[in-house]
T-cell receptor
């Protein structure tokens, strides 16, 4: 596709439920990133995938958060037993590290935990 | 670990005023520096970037930024803002060959017509 796409655009869930957020990177981009944008907190790095290497999970805030990237393309971020503090916009970005380190961002998924 | 500090959380300007948004980072080695912009209802997009070479970089829509290594700064400037520049601006750094970006908390710019 032309850009990074994410789905759903909005997700409202109840505390304690699990959610899955999807990211479709730009075709051919080898690197994929997840960030979280909270009000007044800027963007916080969560996890990074590069090719077939083991992902960098150093930004995940708790073990309730996990992510996978299948076939080197689509990625899913899963949040288990959601809490109200998980409410935020979850952003995905991709980059072609062979060319530059410019990251292209998707529109984000706004997660609201009631 | 690197960190990024943006000096102003909110800036209000009138059209045609000059703009300078401050950004400082903490990292002693080689850095790549970015400014991203998020217009209302839109996703983050790259405004400009610095990797190496001329420390004065020009981006889209008349924005520029100057990398001052001795001050660990990468301030964003525009000589004359327009109402359409109303947006949130994020400074980001990618340091030491590490691929992920560390972002500042953002500066919300409101330009009144």
């Amino acid at each position: 596709g032309a850009g990074v796409s994410q789905s759903p655009s909005n997700k409202v869930t109840e505390k304690g439920k699990d959610v899955e957020l999807r990211c479709d990177p730009i075709s051919g981009h080898t690197a994929l990133y997840w960030y979280r944008q909270s009000l007044g907190q800027g963007l916080e790095f969560l996890i990074y995938f590069q090719g077939n290497s083991a992902p960098d999970k150093s930004g995940l805030p708790s073990d309730r958060f996990s992510a996978e990237r299948t076939g080197g393309s689509v990625s899913t971020l899963t949040i288990q037993r959601t809490q109200q503090e998980d409410s935020a916009v979850y952003l995905c970005a991709s980059s072609n590290q062979l060319a530059s380190n410019e990251q292209f961002f998707g529109p984000g998924t706004r997660l609201t935990v009631l | 670990a690197q960190s990024v500090s943006q000096h102003n959380h909110h800036v209000i300007l009138s059209e045609a005023a000059s703009l300078e948004l401050g950004c400082n980072y903490s990292y002693g080695g080689t850095v790549n520096l970015f400014w991203y912009v998020q217009y209302p209802g839109q996703h983050l997009q790259l405004l400009l970037k610095y990797f190496s070479g001329d420390p004065l970089v020009k981006g889209i829509k008349g924005f520029e930024a100057e990398f001052i290594k001795s001050k660990f700064s990468f301030n964003l400037r525009k000589p004359s803002v327009q109402w359409s520049d109303t947006a949130e601006y994020f400074c980001a750094v990618n340091a030491g060959g590490y691929s992920t970006l560390t972002f500042g908390k953002g500066t919300m710019l409101l330009v009144s017509p």
